[in-house]
């Protein structure tokens, strides 16, 4: 096994443009572990994909250093060393083939630029041996042109991955696959990356791809790493409002407004809406004496309740049947609040109820109070 | 059929003749003067046909074609290797590279091949005489070169640019060296604009007749297009035959060029590259 461990401390990356300095990624410190899969994950222009071609060596950081287990491989004024050195692979959005080569000199051309190339006939084992592990050993002497799009996509995995590479760097590769291959493709990778156990590094925006894939998850945005954590922790806790809001569907709703006190209740007032807080959370806020709150609560943990105890009141919009459940639309100031429940409900309003643990609260600065 | 499509029809087919006519048909002209023994065939009616115009064209060595054509050849070969080298590899640093003043040099390039050739001529003459090239092959090689190379830099660069980034990257991720992502992946791909232009340039100095007029003396360095004007002058009187064959003769490289070339100058190459 081949595993890496990737440090990377206080790395930044500036372009210099005809409107100034663009300051892309800001200090970012990050231990990926050997044989982990981690994912970056962002909204587009995040500077997760320059992070990537930092990690490649296809770009040179501004300052900051960067380590492959205790070797630097790249710093701001010091070493450099290029992809090929850093013995790191890459999977490309666009799949990046060779047009002009078949697939068995597609997957060959890595071979062909080690040290010392190997055999002819040791190649040509090497490169079935993958193939076969894609299922794509068929297609060998067909050119990239006459692939479909998952075709493509395989072969382009099988260059990655033939001279076991240190570290497997992957950009977006199943953004250009429809939905239901997608899937498919996101089960063999995940499998295929076990098997392998090679570090790999995976960029998306889309958070289920994350969610699904990854070991670890760092979320970005402006070049700014805004959480480190497993999936579940970044679902369960997430840090503040933007790793909230980019993780879950549908995303969390939010309610930003004033506590108020009445019959030794505690309420939050969101511009027309009354929300009665649960015993539990009132206690810890009373106890940080704070007038102004966001809540965060997913759609699963609006509870539909029609007697008994009951935190809010809800109009009704729209309902959506999604198979298994269904999804309620409320249209509020604010923008909407989704609830997802198993019945169908029925009448103009929904009574809810909530829980104190799976509430999430946000100060002004948008960031998590710990309860 | 409709009326419509019949007039359409109509339209398309003797648009198609009149452009056919009119392009070959000073060469069908050609090829038949080149092939009478007499010129004024017209007026009296009376001729013949035969080849021996070429022959003569291709065997009096007082004509000295053959030193022309090679003269032609070896300029025009020599200029088309070096433009089609110089400008494909600034073609690739001008598509990939990142530096200062990236999309200024392709223009300030072009801005030099919009002098008129013949504001520059007389200094041109004056320089090489100066440096003892008047007469030579490289009197009309360098300037050919810097002539061509601004048309070879932007063809090449409109197909380099259609090259997606991410193969460079690949490539790189791959092992490969700029020289080698240059030769095994850029160029195998970038050939119908190689082959193009290096076509082109081709033609350019093949059928130059300024320059080679001006900067070479005799049939040592002048090359077809001068020949070919020079043998009037020196009979006194106009040798139709002789011009036409030496004529239908100079234009058998470039159709031999053309048709080599012309499988390779196809589009679509590029399929399946990047997800399209």
């Known amino acids: 096994m081949n595993a890496t461990k990737i440090t990377i401390k206080n790395l930044a990356k500036s372009f210099i443009t005809f409107r100034g300095r663009v300051d892309v990624l800001k200090g970012i410190d990050l231990e990926i572990e050997p044989g982990e899969f981690f994912v970056l994950l962002g909204p587009s222009g995040c500077g997760k994909s320059t992070l990537l071609n930092l990690l490649a060596g296809l770009e040179k950081p501004s300052s900051g250093e960067l380590y492959f287990d205790q070797e630097l491989v790249a710093s701001a004024t010091g070493k450099f060393s290029g992809p090929f050195e850093r013995d790191i692979s890459m999977v490309f959005q666009s799949y990046a083939l060779y047009p002009h080569m078949t697939v068995e000199e597609n997957i060959a051309f890595p071979l062909t630029n080690l040290p010392q190339v190997p055999a002819p006939e040791v190649m040509s084992a090497k490169v079935r041996e993958t193939a076969a592990l894609l299922q794509i050993d068929h297609l060998l002497d067909r050119k990239p042109a006459e692939l479909s799009g998952g075709q493509r996509q395989r072969v382009a995995i099988g260059r990655a991955i033939v001279r076991n590479p240190k570290v497997c760097l992957m950009d977006e590769p199943l953004s250009n696959l429809d939905a239901k291959l997608r899937n498919e493709m996101r089960a063999h990778l995940k499998d295929l990356q076990k098997k392998l156990g090679v570090t790999s590094v995976y960029v998306t925006h889309d958070q289920l791809e994350a969610m699904t894939l990854g070991h670890r998850i760092a979320i970005m945005n402006n070049g700014v790493l805004q959480q480190v954590g497993t999936p579940v922790e970044i679902y369960r806790a997430p840090i503040n409002q933007f790793v909230a809001k980019f993780i879950g569907s549908p995303t969390m709703n939010m309610l930003t407004g004033a506590l108020l006190e009445e019959n030794s209740a505690l309420y939050l007032q969101a511009d027309g809406l009354r929300i009665k807080l649960p015993e539990a959370t009132a206690a810890s806020l009373r106890a940080k004496n704070l007038k102004q709150i966001t809540l965060g609560v997913r759609p699963e943990r609006l509870y539909v309740k029609s007697e008994g105890e009951q935190n809010l009141t809800l109009p009704v919009s729209v309902i959506e049947n999604v198979g298994p459940e269904f999804l309620v639309y409320s249209f509020h100031k604010q923008g909407q609040i989704v609830v997802r429940t198993p019945e169908e409900p029925t009448g103009d309003n929904l009574n809810l109820a909530l829980d104190a643990e799976h509430l999430h609260l946000f100060d002004e600065q948008g960031n998590r109070i710990s309860c | ?276």
């Open chain 2, 1 to 276: 059929m409709t009326r419509e499509t019949m007039i359409k029809n109509f339209l398309i087919f003797s648009t198609g003749l009149f452009l056919l006519a009119f392009t070959l048909g000073p060469f069908i002209w050609m090829l038949w003067i080149s092939l009478a023994d007499r010129a004024d065939f017209l007026v009296t009616g009376k001729v013949e046909y035969s080849f021996s115009n070429y022959y003569q064209v291709l065997s009096a060595h007082s004509l000295h074609f053959l030193d022309y054509l090679t003269n032609s050849l070896i300029i025009s070969t020599i200029t088309a290797v070096v433009v089609t080298f110089f400008s494909s590899m600034a073609a690739y640093a001008v598509s990939r590279m990142r530096f200062p003043g990236r999309s200024f040099v392709p223009l300030l390039i072009l801005a030099m091949s919009m002098f008129p050739q013949i504001s520059i001529v007389g200094y041109l003459f004056e320089m090489f005489s100066k440096a003892g090239l008047i007469n030579s092959h490289m009197a009309l090689i360098l300037p050919y070169i810097a002539w061509t190379i601004p048309i070879a830099l932007w063809i090449n660069m409109s197909y380099f640019t259609q090259i997606p980034l991410d193969l460079d990257k690949a490539a790189l991720v791959d092992g490969a060296g700029r020289m080698k992502v240059l030769y095994k992946i850029i160029f195998p791909l970038a050939l119908p604009g190689i082959f193009s232009s290096a076509l082109l340039v081709f033609i350019a100095c093949f059928n130059e007749f300024l320059f080679a007029i001006m900067l070479t003396i005799d049939y040592t360095a002048q090359t077809l297009p001068v020949g070919i004007a020079l043998f009037q002058g020196l009979h006194g009187e106009i040798p139709w035959g002789n011009l036409m064959a030496a004529s239908a003769l100079a234009s058998v490289p470039l159709v031999i060029l053309t048709l080599i070339f012309q499988r390779y100058i196809v589009a679509g190459l590029m399929g399946g590259a990047v997800k399209g």
